[in-house]
């Protein structure tokens, strides 16, 4: 009984030091965010909300369709891996040859993969419409 007590502890112990380090598991993997990056110097738009476990899990997209982390042109990234904002590596102010500025990755991403299952007649996400995305700005 001891002994389960300790180890929990330890259990518990080894995650708030993890996370005290700022290092997010793939077990932090929220249900749902709002996506507000700070990168930006100001904004434009509203926050946009996002169901990321829905993603996920209901729509059964993998994690590798939206983080990445590129060795020699092969994304590398696996399920577990911690996981970098997008603004680490897409500036918010210029694109950089393959890595595009910061909203147009955003865009490309969410709405690429909405507008290419609306052109295949699948059931998708906004495609185009600011608002269906931007929550209004406060
Ligand atoms: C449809 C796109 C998409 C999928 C699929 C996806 N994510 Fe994310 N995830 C995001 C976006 C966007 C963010 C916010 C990143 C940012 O704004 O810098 C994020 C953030 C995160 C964060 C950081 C949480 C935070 O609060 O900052 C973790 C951890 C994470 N994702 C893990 C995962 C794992 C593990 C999987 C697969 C099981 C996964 N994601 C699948 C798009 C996705
Ligand atoms: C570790 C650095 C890194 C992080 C973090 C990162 N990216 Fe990227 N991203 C890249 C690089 C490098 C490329 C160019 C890959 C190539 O084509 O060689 C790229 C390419 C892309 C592309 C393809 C652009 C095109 O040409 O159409 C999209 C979309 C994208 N990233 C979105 C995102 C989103 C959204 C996030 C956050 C969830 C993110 N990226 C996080 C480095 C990163
Ligand atoms: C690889 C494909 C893919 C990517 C990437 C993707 N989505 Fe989606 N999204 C879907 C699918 C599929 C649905 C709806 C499926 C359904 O209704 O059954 C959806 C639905 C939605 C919806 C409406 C339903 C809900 O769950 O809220 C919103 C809003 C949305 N997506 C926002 C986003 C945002 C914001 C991003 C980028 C951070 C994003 N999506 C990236 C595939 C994707
Ligand atoms: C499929 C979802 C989606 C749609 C549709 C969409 N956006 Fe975005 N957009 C995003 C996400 C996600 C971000 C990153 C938000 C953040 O970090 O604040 C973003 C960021 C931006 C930014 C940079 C941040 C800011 O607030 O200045 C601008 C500008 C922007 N979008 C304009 C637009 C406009 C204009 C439209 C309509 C023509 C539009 N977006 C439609 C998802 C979307």
Same mark, same amino acid.
């Given at each position: 009984m001891k002994k389960r007590v300790f180890f929990l502890s330890t259990v518990i112990l080894s995650i708030a030091l993890l996370a005290g380090m700022g290092i997010l598991l793939a077990? =932090?993997?929220? =249900?749902e965010i709002s996506i507000k990056s700070e990168a930006f110097a100001k904004y434009k738009k509203g926050p946009v909300p996002f169901t990321h476990k829905k993603h996920n899990v209901d729509y059964k997209i993998a994690c590798t369709e939206c983080h990445h982390v590129y060795k020699e042109g092969v994304n590398v990234y696996k399920e577990g891996d911690p996981v970098q904002k997008c603004s680490t590596c897409h500036d918010p102010v210029e694109s950089k040859d393959k890595v595009k500025k910061l909203m147009v990755a955003y865009h490309r991403n969410c709405q690429g993969c909405h507008k290419a299952l609306e052109k295949a007649g699948k059931k998708t996400g906004p495609t185009r419409k600011c608002s269906q995305c931007h929550e209004k700005k406060e």
């Open positions: 077990t =932090d993997q929220p =249900d």
